[in-house]
């Protein structure tokens, strides 16, 4: 009855960001660094080159509901994107560089990608597949370096030169499909997740609250974490919604320009994972750095070792904080503040766990038995979310359907909730590990060490690693009368799976313990490891 009286019907789209960077935020800026030095470009010129972009990928023929590919770093050109393809009613699909071949192959074929983005310093990681991919009609090269081999080349500036300024952008509804992004952290085929122009909105809005990163029109932002990993944990929108400036790493992550640039660029809000962090705090601990401008360091993707907190806290006044998220969850979920009246060790407990849950961010615990496990802080079980910016399903494909169950993601972290909303996770239900912040498949691992004919049979599991968070440890059982080194299973590997993937340490066992069911029992290895019970045997070493 009261219809039509209300605001509910206008739409929360990326339009208005990009709207806001033309104009009250048109003095933002967006620093690059680049071969040549830095980059640097208002947030009204980079929302003018959105619209040349706009009108650039009409011409290469994109329509609405088309899939837009990126394969690039973080930079202006990429930003440019981030807005150009949403806004014109197409899909922004960043891909991730550090997927192999076979998986790259397949999501830009899956996702039916019409052109593909691609910097110029990645021609080489992508140009000897381009011939597989069945659906990409052009490839747009960013930046001046040599397209290599690619076919139907079109170059980003003289593509942006050759329109008018201006674009008609469309009145789109809110429930648009805006980005499109797939993660490799379940077993199988990578999954797309697919994101809304509302649920970008909102997220991003929820981003630049006080409890989240309270990004704000102060804020120089530096996400170090990729734009192709869940929006860049969704500040590549909430700085520009908000009138931050961003500072963009490109290719140059390592410690030594990461601090360079903070230090130079007055970075207040920077985004990585714990490794890139790791590697940060031992080049500081030595190199006399200004990090002061840093008011806060959002740390997540992995759990952040209390040690590495502390370290900075102490040793250079910088605060990180945690975050929990997946990118079917947008991908933030939680952020770990600790309340304003704690201290000492209380303080730190708060401070090391998964986060606080963020608003409109859904929770419960369930048990084995699909029980629903209070909030106290105790009662362990997989962890379940629901909300506006989190998945409801995977883009087209049904194999993993089955975490999604009434409206509530089964995140596959095992994982206790206290009362005040805080999540600690004790465990991962699902098998893959995570090594600088990248998945690895436990699975395939075990597929292609069984494949070796002195294996009978193998399980990977998750070793905690200083550097990486997790490095892939191998449990081999060997065949009877089979013989083989570590160098030799290595070897193996390393003609079949990405080198970053291959266990650096293996242990070989009598038998791969079994659940009632027969199915290897992870849980039972892992403890094994913890106990010290596993003779981890390293290169160079024979069994037989
Ligand atoms: P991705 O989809 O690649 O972002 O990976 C999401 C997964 O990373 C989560 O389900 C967790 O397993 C893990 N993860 C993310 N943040 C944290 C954290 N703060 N602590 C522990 N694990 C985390």
Redesign the pocket.
């Known amino acids: 009855m009261l219809e039509g009286l209300m605001q509910d019907d206008h739409p929360l789209t990326l339009g208005h960001v990009l709207e806001r960077m033309r104009g009250m935020n048109g003095d933002g800026e967006v620093v690059t660094l680049t071969d040549d030095g830095l980059r640097r470009a208002r947030y009204a010129e980079v929302a003018e080159r959105v619209d040349r972009l706009c009108a650039g990928l009409r011409e290469l023929g994109i329509e609405e509901g088309d899939r837009v590919a990126t394969f690039s770093w973080n930079t202006q050109d990429h930003l440019e994107a981030y807005f150009a393809a949403p806004c014109m009613g197409a899909v922004l699909h960043t891909l991730n560089i550090r997927l192999f071949p076979e998986q790259l192959e397949y999501i830009v074929n899956h996702a039916e990608d019409k052109v593909i983005l691609v910097d110029s310093s990645l021609v080489s990681a992508i140009e000897e597949l381009a011939p597989r991919f069945e659906t990409v009609r052009n490839f747009v090269v960013m930046g001046d370096g040599d397209a290599g081999s690619l076919p139907n080349v079109v170059r980003y500036e003289e593509l942006l030169e050759r329109q008018s300024p201006g674009f008609a952008h469309p009145r789109l509804d809110e429930r648009t499909a805006a980005a499109l992004c797939y993660?490799?952290?379940t077993t199988g085929n990578p999954k797309g997740v697919l994101y809304s122009h509302r649920s970008s909105v909102l997220h991003a809005l929820t981003t630049c609250t006080a409890d989240a990163l309270g990004v704000s029109r102060e804020d120089r932002v530096l996400p170090v974490v990729p734009m192709f990993?869940?929006n860049a944990w969704g500040l590549a929108h909430a700085a520009p919604l908000a009138g931050a400036d961003m500072v963009m790493p490109s290719r140059f992550l390592q410690p030594e320009p990461l601090a360079r640039l903070i230090a130079e660029e007055r970075v207040t809000l920077a985004g990585a994972v714990p490794t890139i962090w790791l590697d940060l705090l031992r080049h500081v601990d030595e190199h006399d750095t200004d990090l002061s401008s840093l008011r806060m360091v959002v740390?997540?993707?992995?759990?952040?070792p209390r040690s590495l907190m502390e370290a900075f806290e102490d040793r250079h006044a910088i605060r990180i904080v945690?975050?929990?998220?997946?990118?079917?969850?947008s991908?933030l979920g939680?952020v770990?503040h600790a309340p304003a009246e704690t201290e000492g060790e209380e303080h730190w407990d708060y401070r090391s766990t998964?986060?606080r849950l963020m608003p409109l961010v859904e929770a419960r615990i369930v048990s084995d038995e699909g029980e629903e496990m209070p909030w106290d802080g105790e009662s362990t079980g997989e962890l379940e979310v629901r909300g506006p910016w989190i998945a409801r399903t995977y883009y087209e494909d049904s194999t993993a359907d089955d975490k999604f169950h009434d409206g509530w993601l089964r995140?596959?972290?095992v994982a206790a909730l206290d009362a005040k909303g805080y999540i600690r996770?004790t465990d991962?239900a699902?098998d893959?590990i995570?090594s600088g912040?990248?998945?690895i498949s436990s699975v395939d691992l075990e597929g292609e060490l069984m494949a070796h004919e002195a294996v009978s049979e193998a399980a990977v599991i998750a070793r905690p690693d200083e550097r990486w968070s997790e490095r892939p440890l191998a449990c081999v059982v060997l065949a009877e009368g089979g013989s083989a080194s570590v160098d030799d299973l290595r070897e193996h590997l390393g003609e079949r799976v990405a080198k970053w993937w291959i266990p650096s340490e293996f242990a070989f066992i009598d038998e791969v313990p079994k659940t009632s069911v027969g199915k290897f029992d992870k849980k039972v290895l892992r403890q094994r490891l913890e106990d010290g019970e596993l003779e981890l045997a390293g290169e160079g070493a024979v069994v037989s």
Do not use: F, L, N, Y
């Open positions: 993660t490799s952290g990993h869940a740390c997540g993707g992995a759990a952040v945690q975050a929990w998220g997946m990118t079917e969850t991908p939680s770990a998964a986060g995140t596959g972290d996770i991962r699902k893959v995570k912040g990248e998945w």
